[in-house]
T-cell receptor
């Protein structure tokens, strides 16, 4: 069964610094997708970035980049130049292989990121 | 383009009652999934619907059920509520299943069972 591990329950970072949120995964399937979501206190899950298992390059979306190390089974999220608005819970998730069209995400436990002014 | 809309935002029920939660996906999205989020168990998959058919179901008791309508709107129902059902219920929609198609989530419905 697929599993996602986020080992950092909480992180505190100074504004404008870069921050790396760790994510390791476990799967025996060669095809999978990795996602990062941000959840502010309002509850909504906001999609940040996606990395496919066959993608040759690391994904980037604005200030977000994904450090994908397939052999280590890690998919760390890097936020450059952090802002106060980045304070939130961050979840790493893996999409199980799409079987008969069905899809399901497996989530890690999350990392609470706090940006200090 | 409007996002995923979930109603109601907050709900307080008593043990033994039943509850229905509603989700309107992003226009054009035909896949709707439901997730339960609790402090102890984290985010857990409930079920997924596509074209009014349940395609995948998580490890939840039969008290949890759902359906999808022809306009892709979805409802989930929890019968005989238990205290442990108190959680944030999140609905997500996506386009046709594709490897890089993200799930877009709503704000959730926070259910409190007393």
């Amino acid at each position: 069964a697929q599993k996602i591990t986020q080992t950092q329950p909480g992180m505190f970072v100074q504004e404008k610094e870069a921050v790396t949120l760790d994510c390791t995964y476990d799967t025996s399937d060669p095809s999978y997708g990795l996602f990062w979501y941000k959840q502010p206190s309002s509850g909504e899950m906001i999609f940040l970035i996606y990395q496919g298992s066959y993608d040759q390059q690391n994904a980037t979306e604005g200030r977000y980049s994904l450090n994908f190390q397939k052999a280590r089974k890690s998919a760390n999220l890097v936020i450059s130049a952090s802002q106060l608005g980045d304070s939130a819970m961050y979840f790493c998730a893996m999409r199980e292989p799409i079987i008969q069209g069905a899809q399901k995400l497996v989530f890690g436990q999350g990392t609470r990121l706090t940006i200090n002014p | 383009k409007a996002g995923v809309t979930q109603t109601p935002r907050y709900l307080i029920k008593t043990r033994g009652q039943q509850v229905t939660l509603s989700c309107s996906p992003i226009s054009g999205h035909r896949s709707v999934s439901w997730y339960q989020q609790t402090p102890g168990q984290g985010l857990q998959f409930l079920f997924e619907y596509f074209s009014e058919t349940q395609r995948n179901k998580g490890n939840f008791p039969g008290r949890f059920s759902g359906r999808q309508f022809s306009n892709s709107r979805s409802e989930m129902n929890v019968s005989t509520l238990e205290l442990g059902d108190s959680a944030l219920y999140l609905c997500a929609s996506s386009l046709e299943p594709a490897d890089n198609s993200p799930l877009h989530f709503g704000n959730g419905t926070r259910l409190t069972v007393t």
